[in-house]
Antibody, heavy 119, light 108 residues
């Protein structure tokens, strides 16, 4: 059973860069047909898809965040990461890493990590 | 870009009652890439329904999904205590893979 675990700082200063990592157990992120994805959820709101990376390294981002987002992968550590630059208080949210395959919704989620943007 | 609007925002019901939740898309989309998730406090969303009407593994048959075009529903035939939660719909075909704003089912 695939497991995903987010890690990273819980507090980020305004205008700085948020950096999170997702560790994947059970299976290699460089093989298979999974879409390795970042999703965030602000308090009281629905989830928001940030973007995804494929095993090939191809990425796709939410247009609303494209200019500030970067997703990468480290196959040697079986991890993928999110960088979000120039953060503001509006980026305060629970950030989830998740995985799905084509034609399926998100069957696999991490537990989520709360990131607060504050000085 | 497709938007999803869920209603009602909150539904107050008692155990044993029937819950009907609505998800309306801003435009018709091809295929049946509409899913429903359940989320409890402090937990990640969990898939209940995919492909409009298919139950995910382990989901009780009191949960059912339906609809077509731009209007979709999630029905819980008889609420159990563990069903009081927030429910989200999602279109998962074309990015940015939007989610609805959620419907909370609370105990009356």
């Amino acid at each position: 059973q695939m497991q995903l675990q987010e890690s990273g700082p819980g507090l980020v200063r305004p205008s700085q860069t948020l950096f999170l990592t997702c560790s994947v157990s059970s299976g290699s992120i460089s093989s298979g047909g999974y879409f390795w994805t970042w999703i965030r959820q602000s308090a009281g709101k629905g989830p928001e898809w940030i973007g995804r990376i494929l095993p090939s390294g191809d990425t796709n981002y939410n247009p609303s965040l494209r200019s500030r987002s970067f997703i990468s992968m480290d196959t040697s550590k079986n991890q993928f990461s999110l960088s979000l630059t120039s953060v503001t208080a509006a980026d305060t949210a629970v950030y989830y890493c998740a995985a799905r395959v084509a034609g399926r919704p998100f069957d696999h989620w991490g537990q989520g990590t709360l990131v607060t943007v504050s000085s | 870009e497709i938007g999803l609007t869920q209603s009602p925002g909150t539904l107050s019901l008692s155990p044993g009652e029937r819950a009907t939740l609505s998800c309306r898309a801003s435009q018709t989309f091809s295929g049946e890439f509409l899913a429903w998730y359940q989320q409890k406090p402090g937990q990640a969303p969990r898939v209940l329904i995919y492909g409009v009407s298919n139950r995910a593994a382990g989901v009780p048959d009191r949960f059912s999904g339906g609809g077509s075009g731009t209007d979709f529903t999630l029905t819980i035939s008889r609420l159990e205590p563990e069903d009081f939660a927030v429910y989200y719909c999602q279109h998962y075909d074309k990015s940015p893979l939007p989610f609805g704003g959620g419907s909370r089912v609370e105990m009356k």
